[in-house]
């Protein structure tokens, strides 16, 4: 059973920023593409960015230049650092394991940028 444990979500004025983290259990980790998605009040979840297991990374067109999305295979977690927050940043961030054609979401942890 593959588990994943977001954290470091939390308040911020904006211009600050934080970092997000997300530990996964299990190997499976290590054949993986993991992801940030999020959603925000009253709208669709939408893609964050992403980090193959190689280390390409890809991002969703209004976070480019200010989040960075990395890994560390030998802790099984992948870190979201997210610079120049915008109160439209605003959401629920959710972690994803893609692997072996399954798709597994964590819990989410919120993000909260004030203006």
């Known amino acids: 059973q593959v588990q994943l444990v977001e954290s470091g979500g939390g308040l911020v004025q904006a211009g600050e920023s934080l970092r997000l983290s997300c530990a996964a259990s299990g190997s499976i980790f290590i054949v993986a593409t993991m992801a940030w998605h999020r959603q925000a009040p009253g709208k669709q979840r939408e893609f964050v960015a992403a980090i193959t297991l190689g280390g390409r990374t890809n991002y969703e067109d209004s976070v480019k230049g200010r989040f960075t999305i990395s890994r560390d295979n030998t802790k099984n977690t992948v870190y979201l650092e997210m610079n120049s927050l915008r109160p439209e940043d605003t959401a629920v961030y959710y972690c994803?394991?893609?692997?072996?054609?399954?798709?597994?979401w964590g819990r989410g942890t919120q993000v909260t940028v004030s203006s």
């Open positions: 994803v394991l893609m692997a072996r054609g399954r798709d597994y």
